[in-house]
């Protein structure tokens, strides 16, 4: 059985930093594709990244490129996100996923960025 576990999260001042975890197990997590998606309040769920299997091809949200950070380690089954420069724009429910439309995710972790 699939299961995603992430952490990570918390409230931040604008400009701070985040790293967020996910761990997984249930599934060959080293042949799989991972994403990370988010929910604002009062939103749908919305794509921000994405790391090929083998670590060596990463995507990102237009919104999110040179300030978050994917990455992963297979020895470990865990993904990562690291989030510098937050905007208040970033505050959602943060979910790791086996696809991009996040329909198979964990139970996420907040992450509030406010002054």
């Known amino acids: 059985q699939v299961q995603l576990v992430e952490s990570g999260g918390g409230l931040v001042q604008p400009g701070g930093t985040l790293r967020l975890s996910c761990a997984a197990s249930g599934f060959t997590f080293s042949s799989y594709w991972m994403y990370w998606v988010r929910q604002a309040p009062g939103q749908g769920l919305q794509w921000v990244s994405a790391?090929?299997?083998?670590?060596?091809?990463?995507f990102y949200k237009d919104a999110v490129k040179g300030r978050f950070t994917v990455s992963r380690d297979n020895t470990k089954n865990t993904l990562y996100l690291q989030m510098n420069s937050l905007k208040p724009e970033d505050t959602a429910l943060y979910y790791c996923a086996t696809d991009d439309a996040g329909r198979q995710r964990g139970q996420g972790t907040q992450v509030t960025v406010s002054s």
């Open positions: 790391i090929n299997d083998f670590a060596n091809k990463t």
